[in-house]
């Protein structure tokens, strides 16, 4: 729901959005970067695979943007971003992985053992990992 724009009052102010022009910003004007919402609230890490591999990898992406933290349960965590990570790896895309931002401060308890996953399993495949509430780089514009 984060990714597909749930709260946001205006387009330029979705997850989405911010993560392109953060991705743009780092990137620069020599590298320009186009970007596709796949995003579908309520879904998790495990349930998103199939179609991601059906669909989404014909699109042949550079890099994937995921962000997957609170929907389903832990083991669907774990499995469905390894699957994930698997794939891109063995496709040579370059994959960052996303710790959500969440307010208030209890809630950032709460998602504290999935975004331990998160970091786990990118250190695992050498994927890249964002922290919305603490990184800094692209994170902070993230967040702006």
């Given amino acids: 729901s984060q990714t597909i724009g749930a709260g946001a009052q205006r387009l330029s102010e979705t997850f989405f959005a911010r993560v392109h022009r953060a991705l743009a910003a780092d990137f620069g004007p020599a590298f320009p970067i186009e970007s596709l919402n796949a995003a579908v609230s309520g879904t998790n ?21 995921i962000n997957f933290s609170i929907n389903g349960d832990l083991e669907e965590l774990r499995f469905g971003l390894g699957k994930h990570l698997r794939i891109n790896r063995a496709e040579g895309i370059a994959t960052i992985l996303v710790k959500e931002a969440v307010l208030p401060r209890a809630g950032r308890k709460r998602l504290g053992q999935r975004h331990r996953i998160v970091a786990a399993t990118a250190r695992q495949y050498g994927a890249e990992v964002y922290d919305l509430d603490a990184e800094p780089g692209p994170a902070v514009a993230l967040r702006a």
């Fill in 45 to 65: 890490a495990r349930a998103s695979f199939g179609a991601y591999r059906r669909t989404y990898l014909r699109f042949k992406p550079d890099l994937v943007v």
